[in-house]
């Protein structure tokens, strides 16, 4: 089966999925880490801080890519169809 996107489509849409799977990972951990507590020691502060450091750099690069390549959610989304992957970085597995 021939794929409709060219080789830098596909580079482009595999980055995004990672970098969306690393941001999930990212949110996951939070929230079982920290999710619902009030009072936090200050180095967990500090972890927390630099995880949504992260999360924020991350989605930077995320718009970057969909702005640079004009790769749209449909495009992600037929991509990841096409290779019948529900959950992000399995294809490589």
């Known amino acids: 089966m021939t794929m409709p996107w060219?080789?830098?489509?596909?580079?482009?849409?595999?980055?995004?999925?990672?970098?969306?799977?690393?941001?999930?990972?990212?949110w996951l951990h939070y929230m079982n880490a920290y999710q619902g507590k009030y009072d936090i020691e200050f180095?967990?502060?500090?972890?927390?801080?630099?995880?949504?450091e992260l999360v924020y750099d991350l989605e930077t690069k995320i718009i970057d890519l969909i702005d640079d390549y004009q790769?749209?959610?449909?495009?992600?989304?037929?991509?990841?169809?096409?290779?019948n992957v529900s959950s992000w970085p399995t294809r490589f597995c």
């Open 6 to 26: 060219t080789d830098e489509e596909v580079r482009v849409m595999d980055m995004y999925l990672w970098l969306d799977y690393s941001i999930e990972r990212i």
């Open 43 to 52: 180095e967990d502060e500090i972890v927390v801080l630099r995880m949504m």
């Open 71 to 83: 790769i749209t959610f449909a495009m992600i989304d037929a991509y990841k169809e096409m290779n």
